[in-house]
């Protein structure tokens, strides 16, 4: 690699050295080639189109998705002295113009705009008239019709090839299993491209699911106890639930706000920006909220409803521990989510193909949430990844999976549902099981069954889990056409009769106290609150948020290393050029005071 990208990379963003494969990415780019670039959350995405555009004659252009994310990435970006701006359906007329004008006159670097914009003919007249460095689209697996963040306008992305075959593209993406990156190479005419896949494992991260029991008790002693005056995301899957679980932990005393499709657009982006500047908020949300969210300090995300798909789950929790510190991706999970997303899923209109698909991640979730073995190597190997068979940091490593010879107890549940004609929910089959006399087994005469009673020695929490691993398994399913009532499917037949045995997991309930601390080292000291105030009043002036003028570790490494000149300072990991000139005199100051 010629050192212009390596110059830039530490007198612009103050950094030593690039993580790899970002050398490698930046080197292909600025040649002019294609690349697919695929790297976790935090791993360093934007620098691999950024730098190609600041080392390139002309403007570099990146479509996102992110409409509500724009400003805040622009304005990260002007801080550091980089010529940015960016179009999309929020600008007033007269911002358009000078934007417009901007680029006319080849005065940026980069130019955000979002995909809707981009089909505009005007916008692409305009872009033929300009010299463009490179094209950079973020969030590709948006491309995917199978993935769950599908977005129709980047099905068009592909005239970019046709119409500017002499400018380098670049996708990005930090989640994609094999099928959605091939869609991404044939959807946006990436045949050429060079992959670079940078691996998936987030190891400050810590995986734990756990047995919902009621959830928003789970929830409050998972937060109190963990991440009490912590930022952190709480998704849900409906929005009725989002707004009830925020008004609920405002209650307990958090400052919680939802955040979903239907609330204006004016109320999500004052939540969202809230989020991004104010600390210890936590957002309660559905998927609508966090791709491309760029908070560092998000030291948990919690999920109180079952993702569709493990890539789904995948980036949420991504969102946690962009700056390497530790945290938390934490969830609860019961048989109701797995019968209500497979309702959900059957009663879609998606063709049979699509629901196929859509069944196949699904089972893939439920496996991960069932599993007995270590957590993170089996979301690894989800993703092609190969890792240790134990990470050490997930619950399933920390605190081992009991299993049992659950056979016994399966057979008497499945033949219970056979025996009241597969009519019926999982409540009214767990009454039959444990000999309760209510009206509707006295209606149906379900007293009269050789079913009836027979399951005493499990109390309702533990059949409970029995049905859940049968359903999560695939020996019962729920029909949509009965209210949800249990049936079952031709995977049983050899388990009732008597051809193979089943371990079950025992399920337990939720620890806060695991080995591994996921508490990020918060350091305690006059010089760190007086540093923190310093950055604090900073963003308020320039209206960015706290981490744009510095991330923590750059803090704490101010702390520690306690430079008192603007040589000094520029050794600091994240102390670039332009945030010296802007800020230096201010933290050396304060440093000072300490010294």
């Known amino acids: ?37 695929l790297m976790p959350t935090g791993g360093g995405k934007s620098l691999c189109y950024q730098i190609p555009a600041i080392a390139r004659s002309g403007t570099g252009v990146v479509i996102s998705p992110l409409i509500a994310l724009m400003q805040d990435q622009v304005d990260a970006l002007k801080q550091l002295g980089v010529k940015a701006a960016y179009l999309n359906s929020s600008l007033s007329a007269e911002a358009v113009y000078v934007t417009e004008q901007a680029l006319a006159n080849n005065e940026l670097d980069l130019l955000y705009i979002a995909p809707e914009r981009l089909m505009q003919e005007r916008t692409r007249q305009l872009l033929k008239s300009l010299q463009i460095s490179l094209f950079a689209i973020d969030e590709a697996h948006c491309v995917s019709q199978w993935g769950h963040d599908f977005r129709s306008d980047y099905l068009q992305l592909s005239f970019l090839a046709e119409q500017f075959p002499e400018v380098p593209r670049i996708a990005l993406t930090a989640t994609a299993d094999q099928r959605t990156r091939q869609e991404i190479i044939e959807r946006l005419g990436l045949q050429q491209a060079q992959q670079f896949v940078a691996g998936f494992d987030r190891p400050n991260i810590q995986y734990r699911i756990v047995q919902k029991d009621n959830a928003r008790a789970q929830l409050l002693k998972f937060i109190l106890n963990e991440h009490a005056n912590d930022a952190g995301i709480v998704y849900c899957m409906s929005r009725k639930k989002t707004e009830a679980t925020a008004e609920w932990l405002c209650k307990q005393g958090f400052k919680a706000l939802p955040y979903h499709a239907g609330l204006s657009a004016a109320l999500r982006e004052t939540h969202q920006s809230r989020f991004l500047r104010e600390d210890g908020i936590i957002i309660v949300a559905t ?24 890539e789904a789950y995948y980036q949420e929790t991504g969102r946690a521990g962009r700056d390497g510190q530790p945290s938390n991706a934490w969830m609860t999970y019961g048989l109701q989510d797995v019968i209500m997303l497979r309702q959900m899923m059957e009663e879609s209109s998606a063709g049979e193909e699509h629901k196929r698909v859509e069944r196949q991640k699904l089972e893939a979730m439920l496996g991960l949430c069932e599993i007995t073995s270590c957590r993170r190597h089996a979301l690894l190997h989800y993703f092609g990844d190969d890792s240790d068979e134990a990470c050490g940091n997930c619950d399933t490593c920390i605190t081992p999976v009991e299993t049992w010879d659950g056979t016994e107890v399966a057979r008497k549940a499945l033949s219970c549902v056979y025996r009241t004609d597969q009519r019926f929910g999982v409540n009214h089959v767990l009454d039959v099981l444990l000999g309760k006399d209510t009206e509707k087994i006295r209606q149906f005469g379900h007293q009269q069954l050789s079913t009836y009673g027979i399951g005493k020695e499990l109390d309702t929490n533990q059949w409970r889990s029995v049905f ?45 106290a695991l080995r ?42 101010m702390m520690e290393l306690k430079p008192t000149s603007p040589q000094g300072l520029l050794h600091i990991s994240g102390v670039g050029q332009s945030k010296l000139e802007k800020y230096g005199s201010q933290f050396i100051e304060v440093i000072q005071r300490f010294d």
């Not at 991330?551 to 704490?556: E, F, G, K, P």
Request: glycine fraction near 6%.
């Open 1 to 37: 690699m010629n050192q212009e990208p390596l110059n830039i990379l530490q007198k612009i963003f103050g950094y030593d050295q690039f993580r790899s494969p970002q050398d490698e990415v930046i080197s292909t780019v600025v040649a002019g080639n294609d690349a697919l670039v």
């Open 287 to 310: 998927i609508a909220f966090g791709m491309g969210i760029d908070k560092p300090d998000v030291r948990f995300v919690a999920h109180l409803d079952l993702p569709k798909s493990v």
């Open 468 to 512: 859940r691993q049968l359903v999560a398994r695939g020996y019962l399913i729920a029909n949509l056409d009965s209210y949800g009532a249990i049936q079952l499917t031709p995977k049983c037949r050899p388990l009732l009769r008597g051809e193979e045995s089943i371990q079950l997991r025992k399920d337990v309930s939720d620890k806060p």
């Open 516 to 557: 591994k601390s996921v508490r990020s080292p918060k350091p305690s000291s006059a010089l760190w609150d007086a540093l923190r105030e310093c950055r604090k009043a900073l963003a308020e002036e320039h209206g960015v948020p706290p981490y744009v003028i510095f991330h923590d570790a750059t803090l704490m490494e």
